[in-house]
Each structure stands twice: as C-alpha cells, then as structure tokens.
C-alpha cells in the first residue's frame, strides 16, 4: 500500500506565484495541495488553482464582522479538508491568536526579507532606502508575533548599486519559488518540526537564521 501524500492547504491573496512554484513541485516531492483559500475574490492565483483542477474557497474578509469572526470560518474550512500543513503564500492578513494557536507547529510563512530584519510592508524599498548590500526571503513557522516565529530556510542576494525595489522583488521572487516548495517538503517527509520555539531539521535545532543559501 502506498503512503498517501501529505495533505497541503495554501492561503494566497494575490498573484500566486508562490503556489504556483508549489504546484509545480508537489507531484515529485509528494505532497498535495488539497484546497486554496482566498480572501480577495478575483485574485490571480485562483485560476492557477482552478487551472491545476484544485478545489478553490473564497472568503472575502469584507464579508465578516471582525477578525475573530473571519478566522472562524477560516478555521471551519481548513479543518473540512484536515490538512497536514498550511502553508501562507502572500495571504496578506494578520491572523488572530485563537487561529495560530490552532494550527500551532503546522503553518509556514514565505516573507521578504532576512528575519528578523525588515518585517511587515514594502521591505524591498525600506532595505534600499537603509543602504543594505544584503536582501532575500525567509520561510519561517508562524507564531503569534507577526513575521516572528522561528526561521527554517533563508536565500540572500546581493545588492547592486543599479538595483530599484522592482529588480529586487523580482531576485527575490526566483529565490521564493527555489526554497518555499523545498521547506514545504521537509515538512511533509517528517523531517522539519517546531519545538520549543526553535525549528528542527533532521533533529538538530537550528540557528536564528535558519539554513541559510548564499549567492552562488
Ligand atoms: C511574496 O513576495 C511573499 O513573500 C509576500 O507576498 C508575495 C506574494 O507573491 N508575502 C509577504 O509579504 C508576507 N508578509 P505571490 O502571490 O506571487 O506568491
């Protein structure tokens, strides 16, 4: 009998390049995104769901009270599906205290920027305007501090002197597509936890910064 694949649920908000960089891997890594949740009706990344003949839900945060009431039904409609892992692919919401602490240990997050440097908004143009020569992205677990639970995988680029904040999303958008759908399947193998607020890669705990990949 074979092992049937770790099941994934991806929360996006936009473009969905990131999902579509976990699509493009699940079948040779052996998870499956059973099911992505969107809260802006119209996003681009539904159609690339819809066209990888994955079921899609849209929950339009405009549509709900307030946060708690929001989170709810998010909760209601992940846990219908009773996924392994979420995975948070530009869902562009701050997530209540109540939902974290339901899926404690079982959400990643693809921000970017070096954490803990340049968490929150607009992090290409800030790490420009401080006159940094180092930029990337950072998969960490979600915790109840926004952008600060433990960091799994980090890629760095360096800056050059002609870079604007469109060349760097750009670097920093490939680097996104290279290492979420590689820290998606150390999860799903057994290999990534998060215990005592630290992450765990094949037992060893690893440091503040992750695993982290240099320029070639
Ligand atoms: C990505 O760059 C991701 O790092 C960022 O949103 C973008 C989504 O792009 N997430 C955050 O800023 C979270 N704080 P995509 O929709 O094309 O995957």
């Known amino acids: 009998m074979s092992i049937p694949p770790c099941a994934v649920v991806v929360l996006i908000s936009g ?12 079948q040779a890594d052996n998870f499956e995104i059973a099911a992505v949740i969107c ?10 769901a819809a066209n990888a003949n994955i079921p899609t839900v849209v929950l339009n945060h ?14 209601k409609r992940i846990d219908a599906v009773n996924p392994d892992l979420l995975v948070l692919a530009g869902f562009m919401r ?6 974290v602490k339901h ?6 997050n693809i921000h970017p920027s070096l954490l803990p440097d340049y968490r929150g908004t607009n992090t290409h143009q800030r790490v420009l305007d401080a006159g940094e020569t180092k930029h990337g992205v950072s998969v960490h677990f979600v915790t109840e501090e926004l952008d600060g639970g433990p960091v799994v995988l980090q890629a760095v680029i360096n800056i ?5 904040k469109e060349t760097l ?17 150390w999860f799903c193998q057994g ?23 240099t320029p070639v």
């Open 15 to 26: 473009n969905g390049s990131n999902l579509q960089a976990l699509i493009d891997r699940q």
């Open 160 to 164: 050059e002197p002609q870079d604007t």
């Open 39 to 48: 809260n802006e009706p119209g996003a681009y990344g539904l159609q690339r």
């Open 191 to 213: 290999r990534l936890r998060m215990q005592d607020g630290a992450a765990w890669l094949d037992e060893r705990k690893l440091p503040q910064q992750g695993i982290r990949r």
């Open 62 to 75: 405009r549509e709900y009270p307030g946060r708690e009431a929001y989170d709810q039904e998010l909760i």
């Open 103 to 108: 899926y404690s240990g079982r959400v990643l």
């Open 94 to 99: 701050i997530l209540s205290a109540g939902f």
């Open 169 to 185: 999303a750009k670097r920093v958008a490939e680097q996104e597509h290279r290492i979420y759908p590689e820290a998606v399947s």
